[in-house]
């Protein structure tokens, strides 16, 4: 398997408030190696992550059929795993390439438990891109860090779930937006961020940078940051790669 776990790849852009395909993001060399992974005419599948929103699912079809076309990439079909089929997921060895799709963690972790994908996905041997919430589902412990209103504050809320095992490591997407953020009246770097380093630390990912995973060794390209007991350190610069630690 070839994993790739980023923030965001691109694909689209906003402009004048609506929102186009777009190529996938050249940031960090990551459509460079994106397109080489996928080399040759595949198919793609896409793992919803909102099965019941299966309007969000055709969307998510129509945009990446247009970004691969803008990449210079051949994927001849792009099939949606929701709840209209959930059981292409004991198909995924007929597609070169699975999209894991950002959305919410929570939602999407129950809908990969129900479908059995943890251990459907372990013998798949292409090439898999997680986005957002598809990337930190690929961990053996997911942090799934609140996001929704009222989930900060919840005490029932699970901040800590089973995932598909493929990498030890734990990411919080979109890092460029926590800075000053706030939820349920918390602040979401001080209040939530550092607090939960102390009981597993992750990396603060912003879009464009990007991880890869291949054979035991797992590579993070550009800019990151590494939360662990309490503190928020710089790992990595932009268009510079590091080697992360992601063994049992």
């Known amino acids: 398997m070839k994993l ?3 923030s965001s790849p ?8 609506r929102w186009t395909a777009a190529p996938f993001d050249r940031a960090n060399g990551f459509l460079r190696e994106f397109r080489k992974a996928c080399r040759g005419e595949t198919d793609c599948l896409i793992l919803s992550s909102d099965p019941e929103n299966t309007k969000m699912g055709d969307e998510m079809r129509s945009f990446f059929q247009e970004a691969f076309g803008k990449s210079g990439m051949s994927i001849e079909r792009v ?4 709840k209209r089929d ?3 997921a004991k198909r995924l060895c007929c597609y070169g390439l699975l999209i894991l799709a950002g959305g919410h963690v929570p939602t999407q972790n129950a809908f990969f438990d129900k479908i059995g994908l943890k251990e459907k996905i372990h013998r798949y041997a292409g090439v898999v891109l997680g986005i957002s919430a598809g990337t930190m ?3 053996d412990v997911v942090y799934a860090q609140p996001e929704e209103p009222g989930e900060a504050v919840d005490p029932c809320y699970v901040r800590y779930q089973k995932g598909l095992g493929l990498t030890r490591v734990n990411v919080l997407p979109h890092f460029q937006n926590v800075e000053g953020a ?3 009246g918390l602040r979401v770097m001080e209040d939530i961020c550092l ?5 597993q630390p992750f990396y603060g990912l912003p879009d464009g940078s990007w991880l890869y995973r291949e054979q035991g060794r797992t590579i993070l390209y550009g800019e990151a940051w590494l939360l662990k007991e309490g503190t928020c350190t710089k790992f990595c610069e932009k268009e510079s790669f590091r080697e992360v630690e992601d063994q049992p």
Not at 10 to 17: K, Y
Not at 79 to 82: G, H, I, P, Q, T
Not at 195 to 199: A, G
Request: some cysteine; aromatic content about 4%.
């Open 79 to 82: 099939d949606v795993c929701d």
């Open 182 to 184: 706030k939820l349920d």
């Open 137 to 139: 589902n690929c961990a």
């Open 195 to 199: 607090p939960d380093s102390r009981v």
């Open 4 to 6: 790739f776990m980023t």
């Open 86 to 88: 959930p059981g292409a």
């Open 10 to 17: 691109g694909g689209s852009i906003c402009a004048d408030g």
